[in-house]
């Protein structure tokens, strides 16, 4: 197993990262079992990679990112394509006042419907609270696609659970900290 050290290691990045990785998981999947054995096998390929964690102040970073990877690994491994979303368009302008409460279930439904490259930067953004360039390199994109990619999901999610007629109202300038 390695080293007293390492192992200290692992379990200190268990301790303070197990919650988002599941809760990411969970986004990602839908499923709680699902969740709970993404998260597991992303703590033992952190494991058994351990020497590539280079800076432990990026340790979230990169234990987000064997997440991902193992979960998109299990995506084509099923035969799943990406749909895309080129066709949806902005998010609306402006948003209704005050905005309806979301049920958690009808958000999580439209989470699993999101294709991953649209569901990805939102979890990220708004559930794990990372910044769009740590999104950005975890994603290997630039922060322009990121922000666009993060546009349309919030676009699409806000005609999924608000209706057609959030998208129809009229102008005011956005802002990245506008909320779904």
């Given amino acids: 197993m390695g080293m007293p050290g390492s192992q200290r290691t692992v379990e200190r990045l268990v301790e303070e990262h197990y919650v988002g990785l599941y ?7 839908g499923s709680e079992a699902d969740a709970e054995d993404l998260t597991q096998e992303t703590f033992c390929k952190a494991q ?19 997440l991902r990877n193992a979960y998109l690994h299990r995506v084509r491994t ?7 979303l080129d066709l949806v368009g902005d998010v609306p302008d402006v948003l ?28 990220l953004y708004y559930f794990e609270e990372f910044s769009y360039r740590d999104i950005a390199e975890q994603m290997d994109l630039p922060i322009g696609t ?18 057609p007629d959030a998208a129809t109202l009229g102008p005011r300038p956005r802002r990245a900290t506008d909320g779904l």
């Avoid at 809760?23 to 999947?29: D, E, S």
């Fill in 96 to 123: 209704p006042e005050p905005l309806p409460d979301v049920d958690p279930d009808q958000l999580q439904q439209a989470l699993a419907e999101l294709p991953e490259v649209y569901r990805t930067p939102i979890l």
């Fill in 48 to 66: 058994m990679n351990l020497s590539q964690l280079r800076a432990t102040d990026r340790a979230k970073n990169w234990l987000f990112t064997i």
């Fill in 146 to 163: 990121v922000m666009s990619r993060l546009a349309r999901a919030k676009g699409w999610l806000r005609s999924r659970l608000l209706g």
């Fill in 23 to 29: 809760r990411y998981a969970y986004r990602l999947t």
């Fill in 78 to 84: 099923e035969k799943q394509q990406p749909r895309s």
